[in-house]
C-alpha cells in the first residue's frame, strides 16, 4: 500500500524505505549459518538492541504513513468509511493467512516435512502486521489527529501500567528483565500454549505474542502522525527539519525511559516503541531529503523495487529459504545434510572466515531475491493484497 502527499506522485521515498526494511529483514533471517553471525545480525538477547531490532518497528511504522497517504484522501473526499473498513479487513485476514501459510508449509507433504496444528505457530511476522493494520487503520477511520495522538499515548501507558502493575502467579508483578516470569510470557504460555515460537527465548514466550501487539499498534500510529505530517502544506525543507527534529527527541525521550522501562524488542516495551520510531524518523527524513526533495533518485532505485512488492518478496523469500532447509542432499563425505547447509559449506565457506561466508551467503540471497523483483517490476507486476 503506497500513496503520495495530496494524492500527487508517488513518495518514492517511502518506497525505497520500505525496500531497504525488507531487504535487511531478509538479510538478518538468512545467514549462511545461525552458529556464525555478526552480533548486529542477530536480536538482542533480551533488554538493549542490536541493527536486526530496528527492522520490524520500521516495517509496522511504514505501513503507518503509507495508511494515512492512501486513505486520508478518500476520506476528505467523502469516503465511506465502512466500504474502506470492509477493504481492510480484506487484507488484514490475507496476511494473517500468508503469515500462517509460511508457517505451516509444506503442511508435511514434500521434504520429510514434519506437520501437526497442534504446534502450529499462530503469532508471526505477517500475523502482527496484519493485526497492526486492522486496528491502526480502525483508529485512522474515526478519529482525528488529536484522537491518535491519544490512542497512542493509552496504548503505550497502559500496556506499561499492565506489565509492571500485573501479578504474574509465582513471580510478582513487574518482571522485565528476564522473559520467564514476565506478564508477556505468563499470557502467551497459557493461551497460545503449543502455538509460540520454538526459537523463543523460553519455552512458551513468544516475541509477536498477545500483550506485546498492544504496543506494537502504537508503532503502526506513530507512523500514522508522520502520514499526516507529510500531507501539509508546508514546504519539503520544513518539513525534513521537522522529521529531524522529532526523531533525535523520540530517540532521546526513548533512551530516558529505558531506566524504567528497559528497551526490549522481544516484550515491544514502550520505550523500543518511542525509542525506534524516532530512528524511523531520522532515517526516513534522510531519505525524503535526498529522493523527493533534492531529486537524488538513481542510487535508491534497487530499494524502490524491492518496497514495490515488499510483501511478496517477504513471503517468497521465506518459502525458497524453507525449502532449501527441507531437502537433503549428500555431501563429499555421503553425509546427509540440508541443500541450504550444502550450497553455504560448498561455496561461501571456502572463501571467508566463518563469519563473512555466512553473511555473504545473506547477502547473495537478497541479491537472488531482487533478480525476482526486478524481473516483475520490468514486466509491471504488482501483487496487490
Known amino acids: ?19 531497504a526494511t525488507i531487504a535487511g529483514m531478509i538479510m538478518v533471517n538468512n545467514p549462511g549459518s545461525w552458529s556464525t553471525i555478526y552480533p548486529q545480525l542477530e536480536h538482542a538477547s533480551w533488554n538493549g538492541w542490536t541493527f536486526t ?122 518482571v522485565v528483565n528476564q522473559p520467564t516470569g514476565s506478564l508477556c510470557w505468563w499470557i502467551d504460555s497459557n493461551l497460545l500454549a503449543g502455538h509460540t515460537w520454538r526459537g523463543a527465548p523460553v519455552p512458551g514466550f513468544d516475541p509477536e505474542g498477545i500483550l506485546s501487539t498492544i504496543p506494537a499498534i502504537a508503532t503502526t500510529l506513530l507512523g500514522v502522525l508522520t502520514g499526516h505530517w507529510l500531507r501539509t502544506a ?44 524516532g530512528w524511523a524518523l531520522v532515517i526516513f527524513a534522510m531519505f525524503y531529503w535526498l529522493i523527493d526533495v533534492k531529486g537524488y533518485k538513481k542510487w535508491a532505485l534497487p530499494f524502490q523495487i524491492y518496497g514495490m512488492n515488499a510483501i511478496t518478496v517477504f513471503v517468497l523469500s521465506g518459502l525458497i529459504a524453507k525449502t532449501l532447509g527441507l ?38 540471497f537478497i541479491c537472488v531475491m531482487f533478480l525476482v523483483v526486478w524481473g516483475m517490476w520490468k514486466m509491471k507486476w504488482f501483487v496487490k493484497i
Open 1 to 19: 500500500m503506497s500513496a503520495s502527499p495530496s494524492g500527487q506522485q508517488r513518495l518514492l521515498s517511502l518506497d525505497a524505505f520500505r525496500g
Open 53 to 174: 531490532d530496528f527492522i520490524f518497528p520500521f516495517f509496522l511504522w511504514i505501513v503507518g504513513v503509507a495508511m494515512t497517504l492512501s486513505f486520508a484522501k478518500r476520506v476528505e473526499q467523502g469516503a465511506n468509511k465502512v466500504q474502506l473498513m470492509g477493504h481492510v479487513v480484506r487484507r488484514a485476514v490475507i496476511i494473517f493467512g500468508l503469515g500462517l501459510f509460511l508457517a505451516a508449509f509444506p503442511f508435511g507433504l514434500l521434504f520429510g516435512h514434519q506437520f501437526s496444528l497442534a504446534n502450529l505457530r499462530i503469532p508471526g511476522v505477517l500475523q502482527r502486521i496484519a493485526v497492526c493494520y486492522l486496528i491502526a487503520s480502525a483508529i485512522f477511520l474515526w478519529s482525528n489527529v488529536r484522537g491518535q495522538i491519544a490512542w497512542i499515548v493509552g496504548l503505550l501507558a497502559s500496556y506499561w501500567l499492565m506489565v509492571m502493575l500485573i501479578p504474574v502467579p509465582g513471580f510478582g508483578a513487574g
Open 234 to 277: 508546508r514546504s519539503q525543507e520544513e518539513k525534513t527539519v521537522w522529521m529531524f527534529v522529532a526523531g533525535e527527541f523520540m530517540m532521546l525521550l526513548g533512551a530516558i525511559l529505558d531506566m524504567w522501562l528497559p528497551i526490549n524488542k522481544n516484550m515491544w516495551t514502550s520505550s523500543y516503541v518511542i525509542f525506534m520510531a
Open 327 to 364: 531437502i537433503k542432499v549428500a555431501g563429499a563425505d555421503g553425509t546427509m545434510m540440508s541443500l541450504q547447509h550444502l550450497i553455504y559449506t560448498s561455496v561461501f565457506v571456502p572463501i571467508a572466515s566463518p563469519l563473512n561466508a555466512s553473511l555473504l551467503f545473506a547477502i547473495c
